[in-house]
């Protein structure tokens, strides 16, 4: 069963990816300059993780790169191409969220490596707190980019101002939160629902990096 999960998501990976090009070429081919653009800069995105893990020597899990494949796919191509942000009221907050969640369990995957899963050099409550803090931070980062888009470039990425920033911070403050207790919840009890199962996922395939916990799981 487990190999053919495998066989689905890196099918479902390919599909997008093939889509994303066929609809770039599609659009140079009737001079739809900004849908080309759109289409070959998620394709890049989405191709960014597996290169930089190829790049530092990471085993990535095929459910993380449908996730990002999956998430540029959503926000960037429907989102901007498409007009989703606008067709759909909810379709901006539901992928701060998921963004949120996804970069706070990348910053627990990282500070958890700096440790090499020793909790009492770090214990499962500061790691989180520096997850939910990571977290936070992309999200507020992303603000400010919007902000300087829009006053640089006469573009709407704010929509409605104030209450979009503030409506954004607070989906992302929520979406960390998940990703914290969900990382301090596996350091103590090395179990924390399917969000850990991915943790396991990735810790798994790239050892050597958390010598420390892996030990300590031996004893």
Not at 55 to 76: G, H, K, Q
Not at 150 to 176: C, H, P, Y
Not at 186 to 201: P, T
């Amino acid at each position: 069963m487990y190999q053919n999960l495998i066989k689905q998501y890196g099918r479902i990976i390919l599909v997008i990816w093939a889509m994303l090009l066929l609809a770039a070429v599609i659009a140079l081919g009737f001079a739809r300059w900004s849908l080309a653009f759109v289409s070959f800069a998620t394709l890049a995105l989405s191709l960014l993780p597996p290169l930089l893990a190829a790049r530092w020597s990471l085993s990535l899990p095929l459910p993380f790169l449908l996730f990002t494949t999956i998430f540029f796919f959503a926000s960037i191509f429907l989102g901007e191409a498409f007009d989703f942000y606008e067709r759909l009221w909810w379709w901006d907050l539901a992928l701060h969220g998921l963004s949120a969640v996804g970069f706070g369990l990348t910053g627990f995957l990282f500070v958890f490596m700096l440790f090499e899963g020793d909790r009492f050099a770090a214990p499962p409550s500061a790691i989180a707190f520096i997850t939910f803090c990571l977290a936070i931070t992309v999200g507020a980062s992303w603000e400010v980019f919007e902000y300087g888009m829009d006053n640089a470039f006469g573009l709407n990425m704010q929509k409605s101002g104030l209450d979009d920033t503030m409506g954004d911070l607070i989906v992302d403050a929520m979406g960390g939160l998940i990703a914290s207790v969900t990382g301090y919840f596996y350091v103590k009890d090395n179990a924390a629902g399917f969000l850990g199962h991915a943790l396991s996922q990735f810790i798994a395939r790239n050892q050597r990096l958390y010598q420390k916990y892996r030990h300590r799981l031996k004893k």
